[in-house]
């Protein structure tokens, strides 16, 4: 069973406009989320994190919403940046401070056009 | 600081053999996790070990087996390797409390033939 599900396999955005990325999960035992980039021949980056005591966190460009009724966060870009392309994995743990077990969701393909 | 490393970065093995891939884990992380990404897939947890010993397990069978050194690095080893372990192998380097979120390596791209 797919726990945390990306449903939209990819996502095309004109830069400079907000790209908005989104992920739903199915186990309510989940307290903490996390958003990673990964580029080709890299290994996934840490982008952003939200714990579930929480429905909004903010780094600049990226800001991540948590909506716990509908077990459904986003990961929003604004602007877009042609740099920002490529694949975004939505994951969750449950047990906040062990973020090593990571439960993913099957990946977005952004791109980013100039 | 020192970064997440893996090796080999790309390995080619024969269907039956056995495989053992290794990871360097981050300066000051005590945990170290393996996960198998497949091709258009998310990375899948197959598991996670701190103070030298198995702490967790994904839905991956006993071929699947590991090691955690004094020095926190580990290994992942394979045996009686299938067609479907062709994949991306990742190494995530925490600590187990802090809330702090998991880096990690490139990548060891295995591919069974």
């Known amino acids: 069973d797919q726990q945390v599900k990306q449903n939209s396999p990819s996502l095309s955005v004109q830069e400079g406009r907000i790209s908005i990325l989104n992920c739903d999960y199915t186990?309510?035992?989940?307290?903490?989320f996390l958003w990673y980039k990964k580029y080709p021949a890299e290994g996934p980056t840490f982008l952003i994190s939200?714990?579930?005591?929480?429905d909004k966190n903010e780094d600049g460009r990226f800001t991540v919403f948590l909506n716990k009724s509908a077990k459904h966060l986003s990961l929003h870009i604004v602007p877009s940046q042609p740099g920002d392309s490529a694949v975004y994995f939505c994951?969750?743990?449950?047990?906040?401070?062990?973020?090593?077990?990571?439960?993913f969701g099957q990946g977005t393909t952004l791109q980013v056009k100039p | 600081e020192t970064g997440v490393t893996q090796s080999p970065t790309h390995l080619i093995k024969t269907r039956g053999q056995q495989v053992t891939l290794r990871c360097s884990s981050q300066?000051?992380?005590?945990?170290v996790s393996w996960y198998q990404q497949a091709l258009g897939q998310g990375p899948q947890f197959i598991f996670q070990?701190?103070?030298?010993?198995?702490?967790g397990r994904g839905n991956f069978p006993p071929r699947f087996s590991g090691l955690q050194f004094p020095n926190y690095s580990s290994e992942l080893n394979v045996n009686a390797l299938e067609l479907d372990d062709s994949a991306l192998y990742l190494c995530?380097?925490?600590?187990?409390?802090?809330?702090?979120?998991?880096?990690f390596g490139q990548g060891t791209r295995l591919t069974v033939v």
């Open positions: 186990n309510s035992m989940f307290d903490y």
């Open positions: 070990y701190y103070r030298e010993e198995e702490n």
């Open positions: 939200i714990s579930s005591i929480k």
């Open positions: 994951a969750a743990v449950h047990g906040s401070s062990n973020t090593g077990k990571l439960i």
């Open positions: 995530a380097s925490s600590q187990w409390t802090g809330n702090t979120e998991a880096f």
């Open positions: 300066s000051g992380h005590n945990t």
